[in-house]
């Protein structure tokens, strides 16, 4: 069995694969119809919408057969994206390049394969739309046609799919917000005391937290925790126990569930909510926590945002008046978990929303609104601090000669290693096409010369930025536009020196 050969620009091809956002989604309608169409104009048992990975084949819609997913050295349509036109083995038996295939020696024991390139806009072929058969199926070039022109929607179909997609996120976060609220008024309704909870200024682990305490005395538990995990680590905060929970139990959610192979260790990756009315009797039960008499646990997942998954977990003691987890007691907790859901996705959305509208989306600094706030802030808070303007010499050049491209990447270059070099005592905004501005709890100016200079070396590994002018100015001078002024009026100094100095060199070239 060979492999076939990589195309001709693969790293561009593999770009606009990933710019569709297509792998490793869930089935989606508009391209199971093209499918069963293909399958039916063609009369084929088998027809497929697969995208030709770096290292692997994914199936997006399968008809006969369930999608599949497999090394790209075994899938015929790694063939097929070399060439423009469709591929055709009429017998892959007698084909040396397939006969090994194990898709030909075994399930689906394909003997007719057709496939046709799913071509983007940009001319890439970044996956196929084929149909198999594994009997004798010969093809008019009706057939053929048909298959290029539904392979043709396919790409239509993703082209409308990204845009969607484009067009929902340009729609921005209110939207979102607008469909979390709902949701989480819906929510309020089953569970008034934890959702009043929502409208508070509180961050992710506050609201759970506060919930998880509410819900502790509504339930009748001993114990009501929160369970974090972080990478390989796992935290807990105790967030309800009940005045009758042994000394020697508080210590045990601490203690014992860090330890791995354990119950709730196990829960990391769980989706829906599990309850056990009798703890001694599942497997892996640790000793510790049935001598502390604990008998009825509750898990309720909470899921994972970021780096860190998040577990509810409720304690009944055995010695506790209610004997066992009621079909009363898991509606509170599902509906609860349901609303404190909701709150977590919808601080994630604001807070995604807020930096958004913070960010400078070609830099990724902070951007003008950004700073207009922030200063604000920094200048309410009586502790001094640095504000530096800084304007890239030369960039103006570079755009001419070069192209704005490369401009671009100069920006990008200059901001992502300044704002490394900064860290996180210094903020930094982009406020013009190539003005800068950044505020410093430090007031060593030495330093943030350092720090620029540095940014402006990897800047000209990109292109020959000149150098940045840089005003700075102490919060102890002015405040507010005056400051900003201040500095800016420095910054200019500078320039003009640099310009004076530079006309007076090359003047001295000339004679």
Same mark, same amino acid.
């Given at each position: ?34 499918? +069963? ?8 048992p ?11 084949l ?12 497999m ?10 994206? @070399? ?14 390049r ?6 030909? &020696? ?8 057709a ?18 058969d /594994? ?7 009706? %057939?053929?046609?048909a ?11 993703l ?14 976060a ?24 929502m409208d ?39 967030a ?10 508080h ?5 014992v ?11 990391r990756?769980?989706?829906? $909510? ?19 008499? !604990? #008998? ?8 994972? +945002?970021?780096k ?13 008046? !209610? ?6 007691d ?14 977590? %996705?919808?601080?994630? !959305? ?6 958004e509208?913070?960010? /400078?989306?070609?830099? *990724?600094?902070l951007?003008?609104?950004?700073? %207009? ?14 504000l530096? !303007? ?11 000669a ?14 992502? &290693?300044l704002?490394?070099?900064? *860290? #996180? ?13 950044? @505020? ?16 402006? @070396?990897?800047?000209?590994q990109?292109?020959?930025l000149?150098g940045v ?5 102490q ?5 507010? $536009?005056?400051l ?12 003009q ?15």
């Open positions: 069995m060979t492999g076939a050969p990589f195309p001709d620009q693969e790293y561009a091809r593999l770009l606009t694969l990933a710019q569709y956002e297509i792998l490793d989604t869930y089935p989606e309608a508009a391209f199971d119809r093209i499918t +069963r169409l293909a399958a039916h104009l063609l009369k084929t088998v027809a497929m919408v697969n995208f030709v990975d770096q290292h692997r994914w199936g997006k819609s399968a008809v006969g057969v369930n999608p599949v997913s090394p790209r050295s075994e899938a015929l349509c790694a063939w097929t994206i @070399l060439h423009d036109t469709p591929m055709v083995v009429e017998n892959a038996h007698l084909d040396p397939f006969c090994y295939n194990p898709g030909v &020696t075994g399930d689906p024991h394909i003997h007719m394969y496939g046709a390139p799913l071509t983007s806009p940009s001319g890439h072929r970044i996956g196929t739309l084929c149909v198999m /594994d009997q004798p199926h010969p093809l008019t070039p009706g %057939d053929l046609q298959l290029q022109d539904l392979a043709a929607l396919v790409v239509d179909e082209e409308l799919r990204i845009k969607n997609l484009q067009l929902s996120r340009e729609l921005g209110q939207e979102q917000l607008g469909q979390e609220l709902r949701r989480t008024l819906e929510h309020g309704r089953v569970l008034e005391g934890v959702s009043s909870l508070l200024d509180l961050g992710p682990e506050e609201i759970t937290l506060a919930a998880a305490g509410l819900l502790g005395e509504a339930l009748g538990a001993d114990y009501t925790g929160l369970i974090l995990f972080h990478g390989e680590t796992l935290r807990i905060e105790a309800y126990s009940h005045p009758r929970l042994p000394i020697e139990a210590a045990i959610p601490d203690r569930l860090r330890l791995p192979g354990t119950l709730t260790s196990a829960l990756n769980a989706t829906l $909510p599990l309850y056990t009315n009798d703890y001694a009797a599942n497997q892996g039960a640790l000793k510790e926590v049935i001598e502390a008499g !604990v #008998k009825q646990i509750a898990w309720l997942p909470l899921g994972t +945002r970021g860190v998954t998040s577990l509810l977990m409720t304690v009944r003691l055995k010695d506790n008046p !209610v004997p066992q987890w009621r079909s009363s898991r509606a509170l907790l599902e509906a609860a978990g349901r609303s404190v859901r909701s709150a977590l %996705d919808r601080r994630l !959305v604001m807070d995604a929303a807020l930096q509208a913070r960010q /400078d989306s070609l830099t *990724g600094a951007n003008r609104r950004a700073f %207009d706030h922030d200063l604000d802030e920094w200048s309410s808070i009586d502790k001094a601090f640095t530096a !303007v800084l304007d890239l010499d030369g960039l103006k050049t570079v755009n001419d070069e192209g704005h491209a490369q401009g671009d990447k100069v920006l990008q270059v200059f901001a992502g &290693t704002a490394v070099e900064l *860290g #996180k005592a210094a903020s930094l905004y982009r406020v013009g096409g190539d003005e800068f501005i950044l @505020l410093s709890v430090s007031t060593e100016e030495d330093a943030l010369y350092e720090q620029v200079d540095v940014a402006v @070396l990897a800047a000209r990109v292109s020959g000149r002018s840089m005003g700075i100015a919060s102890s001078e002015a405040s507010g $536009p005056d900003i002024e201040l500095a800016d009026r420095r910054m200019y100094a500078v320039k020196r640099r310009q004076q100095v530079r006309a007076g060199y090359e003047e001295s070239i000339t004679f």
